[in-house]
């Protein structure tokens, strides 16, 4: 599986930005989608993530602002950050995992990351 992602850029406090994350390799449709982030010397944190059904989930910080989305027929995954702040400044990576019916982890794909940066 292959992710790329893109979008990423510099932004003030209070922009939005859209990232995207395409994927090949694997059906789209089966395959849990993630978003995490990681800044120097910091270990890499989920930002949010949603499931083949579209439930989906987010780190505290970032709910009513952040919002992730799915396009199973452009096997594209979405980040929208609206209200952005200093310390949502981040290397961002998405991540897509896949599970048998049983839940068996199948694999685990990452992309490379997409830089954001939020200046104030």
């Known amino acids: 599986v292959q992710l790329q992602a893109s979008g990423g850029g510099l932004v003030q406090v209070g922009g939005s930005l859209t990232l995207s994350c395409v994927t090949s390799?694997?059906?789209?449709?089966?395959?849990?989608m993630d978003w995490y982030r990681q800044t120097p010397g910091n270990e890499r944190e989920e930002v949010a993530y949603i499931t083949t059904s579209g439930r989906t989930h987010y780190e505290d910080s970032v709910k009513g602002r952040f919002t992730i989305s799915r396009d199973n027929a452009k096997n594209t995954l979405y980040l929208q950050m609206n209200n952005l702040r200093p310390n949502d400044t981040a290397v961002y990576y998405c991540?897509?995992?896949?599970?048998?019916?049983?839940?068996?982890?199948?694999?685990?794909?990452w992309g490379q990351g997409t830089l954001v940066t939020v200046s104030s």
């Open positions: 390799g694997r059906p789209f449709r089966l395959l849990d």
């Open positions: 991540a897509a995992t896949e599970y048998s019916p049983a839940g068996t982890r199948r694999g685990e794909w």
